[in-house]
């Protein structure tokens, strides 16, 4: 059971360049999002998915584009590539049952030069 | 909106000892969850513990406990008998129970805490 899985782990960019991180989750989980961590700032949500072909804004989508075209992946794209962007994205997916938390991609690490 | 406050960016505790890391929040919601995530150097965000609102006893995972205050908006994380593999960063994280915010997550900022051998 792979759970959720991101790639690459790792990415350097120049400014400027676009970018699709990818996630894929095997759990049947409906709900899934992205978020980014920055130093002292705690995790922040990009964008997130009720389900196949419903996506919507979070609390920093400026600059990201997502789309799902199924219910395994939740890809996320970088139109072009700022500094400012330089995070930590980590991909996470939950099913509807309240009790639960969602269950995290083991993150990647972008640099934006 | 709904916001998580960590107001210790750092702690550090004796092996062996108990530490506890606090958590605020703010809602108007009464149905609600919350939720305490590990993440140590490897990046990976591990789920630690969780607590129902409509839940009045405290949740308890193995060395790990909450005290939950719901009229004081409180979530505290209680550790016991630390050990050197509970060093990492600790995020509070609060889930609606029904619309939009239930669809995603609130974090604080985060606690790091360093375990002392």
């Known amino acids: 059971n792979a759970g959720v899985t991101q790639t690459p782990k790792f990415q350097v960019l120049k400014t400027g360049q676009s970018m699709t991180l990818q996630c894929a989750q095997d759990?049947?989980?409906?709900?899934m999002s992205w978020y980014r961590q920055d130093p002292g700032m705690g995790l922040r949500l990009i964008h997130y998915s009720v389900g196949a072909g419903i996506t919507d804004q979070g609390e920093v989508p400026n600059g990201y584009n997502v789309s799902r075209s199924t219910t395994e992946d939740f890809p996320l794209r970088l139109l072009s590539a700022a500094p400012s962007q330089t995070s930590v994205y980590f991909c996470?997916?939950?099913?509807?049952?309240?009790?639960?938390?969602?269950?995290f991609g083991s993150g990647t690490r972008l640099t934006v030069v | 909106a709904q916001t998580v406050t960590q107001s210790q960016p750092e702690m550090s505790v004796q092996e062996a000892e108990t530490v506890t890391l606090s958590c605020t929040y703010d809602?108007?919601?009464?149905?609600?969850?919350l939720f305490w995530y590990k993440q140590p150097p490897s990046r990976q965000m591990i789920l630690v513990i969780r607590?129902?609102?409509?839940?009045?006893q405290n949740a308890t995972e193995n060395r790990f406990s909450v005290n939950f205050q719901k009229a004081a908006k409180s979530f505290s994380l209680k550790i016991s008998d630390s050990q050197l593999g509970d060093a990492a960063m600790y995020f509070c994280a609060y889930r609606s129970g029904s619309g939009a915010g239930s669809y995603q997550l609130t974090f604080g900022k985060g606690t790091k805490l360093s375990v002392i051998p």
């Open positions: 759990m049947n989980h409906e709900y």
């Open positions: 996470a997916s939950s099913s509807p049952g309240q009790l639960y938390g969602y269950t």
């Open positions: 607590q129902e609102a409509y839940k009045q």
């Open positions: 809602t108007s919601e009464s149905d609600y969850y």
